[in-house]
């Protein structure tokens, strides 16, 4: 069974300042996918970035960006230029590869507050 | 186009009663799955259809099931309400390919369910 820690419950960060999010996860499996999740007040959760394991080029989404260290079994977030809305709760998610695998593993979440 | 619609937005019931949610998933998409978050177990995976068929499905009592229809709606049931059963259901749709190589889960909004 896979699991995923978010070591970090809650972190602030002044707007248009850079916060990494920190995430583990613990697996047998060479190929899966990580994703990471936001869940703003409005309780939608909406898909922030992925990463798939075989790449070894991090992904990018315009200001999200993330370090994943497969050895290591680390995927963390960077949010540059931290903006208001970013202000939510990230989830770090795990999805193993392969045939009819939908399921998601996820982490207990870090509420992330972005001030002014 | 329409994203992942779930209704009801909110639902209270009481002990022993049973509950029907229902989820619209993105058009053209054939996956529906469903995820419980509580503030203690946080997301937990419940079970996923695809093409009116349970493929997956997690650690959850029988008292929790699920069906789909051939236009891909999907609805959850849960019976003989628990007081630990109150939580937010979150519903996700993706387009489920033969490998979810590019796939992306989308999220609706939720249906808080409160037991009480």
């Known amino acids: 069974a896979q699991t995923v820690t978010q070591s970090q419950p809650e972190m602030s960060v002044q707007e248009a300042e850079t916060v990494t999010l920190s995430c583990t996860y613990d697996t047998s499996e060479n190929n899966y996918y990580l994703f990471w999740y936001k869940q703003p007040p409005s309780r939608q959760m909406i898909l922030v970035i992925r990463q798939e394991a075989y790449k070894q080029q991090n992904a990018t989404e315009n200001r999200f960006s993330v370090n994943f260290q497969k050895a290591a079994k680390s995927f963390s977030l960077k949010i540059s230029d931290s903006q208001l809305g970013d202000t939510a709760m990230y989830f770090c998610a795990f999805m193993k590869s392969g045939g009819s695998n939908y399921k998601l593993t996820f982490g207990k979440g870090t509420l992330l507050t972005v001030n002014p | 186009k329409a994203g992942v619609t779930q209704t009801p937005r909110y639902l209270i019931k009481t002990r022993g009663q049973q509950v029907t949610l229902s989820c619209s998933p993105i058009?053209?998409?054939?996956?529906v799955s469903w995820y419980q978050q509580t503030p203690g177990q946080g997301l937990q995976f419940l079970f996923e259809?695809?093409?009116?068929?349970?493929?997956n499905k997690g650690n959850f009592p029988g008292r929790f099931s699920g069906r789909q229809f051939s236009n891909s709606r999907s609805e959850m049931n849960v019976s003989t309400l628990e007081l630990g059963d109150s939580a937010l259901y979150l519903c996700?749709?993706?387009?489920?390919?033969?490998?979810?190589?590019?796939?992306?889960?989308?999220f609706g909004s939720g249906t808080q369910l409160s037991v009480l």
């Open positions: 259809y695809f093409s009116e068929t349970q493929r």
């Open positions: 996700a749709s993706s387009l489920a390919g033969v490998r979810p190589t590019n796939e992306k889960l989308f």
């Open positions: 058009s053209g998409h054939r996956s």
